[in-house]
């Protein structure tokens, strides 16, 4: 399978938001929800202090252009105020009242200018990652893309390849459900692409403007715990079926599981004020699942070498620090500690989705590997479906 990733181009949101500063507005806005009393612990329970954001959280909280008539509309709401006996300067003041009232903001409004940000991180992600590899737009053979959050047609893809802009014959994947798994997907199926045609040349794009799930009427305890969590990241890498001089990382094989039944656990809605990420308490035993399925694939992968066998670097995006801690509790006991060093530190600046292993690969290059160093990468994602790697640093 042998494929070679040079090291990833990762652009985070330029706006700094506070945790603070999310938790201020939630308490304004909701004062008398049912975990209000608890919000200060639920924030520092996430272990996060300041996340980037494509957009300021301004923006995430503005109302909508629209007045509280919202789909009514003035001539609705004036006939039917006739109809109940109100004259018409009643109907008038009534009207202008309603008017006044802020409407929340509509789909269109919220994710707008999120996609148009998702294609701007996008472009200087794989602008990045052609820079590194030392490559430009004319050699890339394959584009892979994936955004979960602000989906549209045309989308990344065509974007991208207009914006490099790529060769007219390029080969375009938008995988945009892949959501928080298409760091690790991605790359398989970059493997795949170069295993078939080793002089083919991939280039990777995710961009996640995560932020525009912040819902701000929202006021259930799973929502304050996604405005507290998500962060906003484009990141790109080359994927070689040769190695180059720029290349950092060998990858061997990939492994897939996915666990029936569990499609409801988290999950994407769109509903009349934007995109609402939803989540069931029981998404991190599923998540664990995949874990253990992971482990018996790399112990039956290493049967031969199972003394000596373990990975020096773990880049892991499981979704959240209860399943990071599974990990730990769960390796085999000869194993080094450590290894969910680099995960831990990308997610205390946030949950980045789909970009996260790239996120955390690009904090592992940096901190310096040794060559031979074994890695396995692993995410998790809705559906409930996993992905993993293994592989070994140049």
């Not at 002089?199 to 006021?219: G, H």
């Not at 292993?357 to 040794?370: P, S, T, Y």
Request: proline residues 6%.
């Amino acid at each position: 399978m042998a494929a070679y990733l040079c090291p990833p181009a990762v652009i985070h949101g330029e706006h700094a938001v506070k945790t603070s500063e999310i938790v201020a507005e939630v308490r304004d806005r909701h004062p008398h929800a049912a975990w209000a009393p608890r919000i200060d612990g639920i924030a520092a329970s996430t272990g996060i202090e300041t996340r980037g954001w494509m957009l300021p959280l301004e923006t995430a909280v503005a109302p909508g252009n629209g007045g509280g008539l919202g789909a009514v509309g003035i001539g609705s709401a004036q006939e039917a105020l006739a109809r109940d006996g109100f004259t018409q300067q009643d109907v008038d003041r009534v009207i202008a009242a309603l008017e006044a009232i802020p409407g929340p903001q509509t789909v269109q409004e919220r994710t707008a200018p999120a996609w148009e940000a998702v294609q701007s991180y996008g472009e200087r992600a794989a602008r990045g990652a052609l820079q590194i590899a030392g490559l430009d737009a004319a050699g890339i053979d394959c584009l892979i893309t994936s955004n979960s959050t602000t989906p549209a047609l045309p989308g990344l893809d065509i974007a991208l390849a207009n914006k490099l802009p790529l060769r007219n014959d390029v080969m375009l994947l938008p995988a945009t459900q892949w959501a928080c798994i298409a760091g690790t997907r991605s790359l398989a199926l970059a493997a795949d692409l170069v295993a078939a045609d080793p002089d083919r040349v991939v280039l990777v794009v995710i961009a996640e403007a995560l932020s525009t799930t912040y819902q701000p009427a929202d006021d259930t305890l799973e929502s304050l715990i996604v405005r507290l969590l998500f962060a906003d990241t484009a990141v790109a890498a080359v994927v070689t079926g040769r190695p180059r001089r720029e290349s950092v990382l060998r990858l061997d094989s990939a492994w897939h599981h996915t666990l029936p039944g569990t499609q409801d656990l988290h999950r994407l809605e769109t509903r009349a004020d934007g995109t609402h990420f939803v989540m069931d308490r029981r998404g991190p035993r599923a998540v664990q699942e995949t874990v253990t399925a992971m482990w018996e694939w790399l112990r039956v992968r290493y049967q031969d070498d199972p003394d000596s066998w373990h990975p020096d670097v773990l880049l892991a995006h499981p979704g959240g620090t209860r399943v990071l801690e599974y990990m730990e509790q769960t390796m085999p006991e000869a194993w080094p500690s450590g290894l969910l060093d680099y995960s831990r530190d990308s997610y205390t600046t946030g949950n980045r989705g789909g970009a996260a292993v790239f996120d955390i690969l690009r904090r592992a290059h940096d901190a310096g590997q040794k060559s031979g160093s074994r890695a396995v990468l692993y995410a998790a994602a809705p559906g409930l479906t996993a992905t993993a790697l293994e592989g070994e640093w140049l």
